[in-house]
């Protein structure tokens, strides 16, 4: 018995066993115990996650390769979690550091990636597969056209990773584009020299109009005058660095009215 690909659910199952164990092998295995590996499907990967010495976790929303994996896996049950990634709450079940892991289902990507990041006081590691455009795009640095939200936000805690490329001939069913496999390391001092929820709004504001200059995009924050007439406020949000959005932040926190 297989599992039967669902389009809805973002289902490719790998079929290359050395990508799955090369994707696995992605995680450094230091400074955690846990693994959380979302979106396991028929288990292709976990087995080589169940060679290690870290303890595997599995998430699965799809309650048919949920039981496939219990009559197969018969040791991982216990720790299978039958549920959707993006609407658990992540400290409901780990406690201690975990890194993530997965082959993600690629319709909600950014959603897991953007997840991770509010939860990255556990999280100090994460690698998996994405599309290739979207694996790119967290690994961007400033001045492409793919810099955006996610690349800032990822980069401001994590050291970005662009790993390797997978092509579609290896899954069933082949999605139409490119794969692309990163690894984030969390930095070992991931607090920002700002208040984090600005820097958040900052960046995704600024990118809401990404054509736009900062000094129109960011009218919404309510500036004073003089500091939209910095040279800054001139810029576009992909010319910036994330050095720079963290200190723009800071200059948006003292701006005086
Ligand atoms: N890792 C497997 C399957 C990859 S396909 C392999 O490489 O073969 C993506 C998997 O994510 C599917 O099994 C799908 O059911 C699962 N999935 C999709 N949305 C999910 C969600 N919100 N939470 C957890 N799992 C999800």
Same mark, same amino acid.
């Given at each position: 018995m297989t599992v039967r690909a669902k389009k809805h659910l973002g289902q490719h199952f790998l079929k290359d066993e050395q990508i799955a164990s090369d994707i696995a092998n992605t995680l450094t295995e230091k400074g955690y115990d846990t693994v959380l590996e979302i979106g396991p499907g028929m288990g292709v990967m976990t087995k080589y996650l169940l060679e290690k010495k870290y303890t595997t976790h599995v998430i699965e929303i799809d309650t048919e390769s949920v039981?496939?994996?219990?009559?197969?896996?018969?040791?991982?049950?216990?720790? +299978?979690?039958?549920?959707?990634?993006? %609407?658990?709450?992540?400290?409901?079940?780990?406690? &201690?550091?975990?890194?993530?892991?997965?082959?993600?289902?690629?319709? =909600?990507?950014?959603? =897991?990636?953007?997840?991770? @990041?509010?939860?990255?006081?556990?999280?100090?590691?994460?690698?998996?597969?994405?599309?290739?455009?979207?694996?790119?795009? =967290?690994?961007?640095? %400033?001045?492409? %056209?793919?810099?955006? =939200?996610?690349?800032?936000?990822?980069?401001?805690?994590?050291?970005?990773?662009?790993?390797?490329?997978?092509?579609?001939? *290896?899954?069933?069913?082949?999605?139409?584009?490119?794969?692309?496999? +990163?690894?984030? @390391?969390?930095?070992? &001092?991931?607090? @920002?020299? *700002? &208040?984090?929820?600005?820097?958040?709004?900052v960046v995704k504001t600024a990118f809401g109009q990404r054509r736009k200059m900062l000094r129109s995009s960011l009218k919404a924050l309510n500036l004073s005058d003089s500091l939209r007439e910095t040279e800054l406020f001139t810029k576009r949000p992909e010319q910036l660095s994330v050095e720079e959005f963290i200190n723009l932040t800071s200059l948006i926190e003292q701006d005086a009215h």
């Open positions: 039981e496939y994996l219990q009559n197969t896996y018969l040791n991982l049950t216990p720790r +299978i979690i039958s549920a959707d990634f993006l %609407k658990i709450n992540i400290t409901d079940y780990f406690e &201690d550091q975990f890194a993530i892991v997965g082959n993600f289902p690629y319709n =909600i990507s950014s959603q =897991i990636v953007f997840k991770t @990041l509010e939860h990255r006081d556990r999280i100090p590691e994460f690698s998996g597969m994405f599309q290739k455009e979207v694996a790119q795009r =967290i690994a961007e640095k %400033k001045g492409s %056209k793919t810099y955006g =939200i996610l690349s800032v936000l990822a980069q401001a805690f994590y050291d970005v990773e662009y790993l390797f490329t997978v092509p579609p001939t *290896v899954f069933n069913p082949p999605p139409k584009v490119d794969s692309g496999v +990163i690894r984030m @390391l969390r930095k070992e &001092d991931y607090s @920002l020299p *700002v &208040d984090e929820k600005l820097f958040f709004r």
